[in-house]
């Protein structure tokens, strides 16, 4: 069975910093492209950053800078650090595994920007 199991959201002031984790099982992990996705109610779901199983990475042009994916293959586990947070950034933030054609998704979990 496979499962995704983001980690590390909450409330947060604006200028601060959070670190979000996903650890995957059920999966050859290394061999996935990982991504993290947010969603603000009644928007579509947006990337916000992938990194593929070479540790290549892409970022949504409005978080470059601020917010960095990595990943650790020897703990089956994605991670996005959040620094510089905006009220904008406030979403569920979810993990994805992609080996095409599969996908899997977290559950995700909440950040929430506000002072």
């Known amino acids: 069975q496979v499962r995704l199991v983001e980690s590390g959201g909450g409330l947060v002031q604006p200028g601060g910093s959070l670190r979000l984790s996903c650890a995957a099982s059920?999966?050859?992990?290394?061999?996935?492209?990982m991504g993290w996705y947010r969603q603000i109610p009644g928007k579509q779901r947006e990337l916000v950053a992938v990194?593929?199983?070479?540790?290549?990475?892409h970022y949504l042009d409005s978080v470059k800078g601020r917010f960095t994916i990595s990943r650790d293959n020897a703990k089956n586990t994605v991670y996005l650090q959040m620094n510089s947070l905006q009220p904008e950034d406030t979403a569920v933030y979810y993990c994805?595994?992609?080996?095409?054609?599969?996908?899997?998704w977290g559950q995700g979990t909440q950040v929430t920007v506000s002072s």
């Open positions: 994805k595994a992609s080996w095409e054609p599969t996908n899997y």
């Open positions: 059920g999966i050859i992990f290394s061999r996935y492209l």
């Open positions: 990194i593929s199983s070479s540790g290549s990475t």
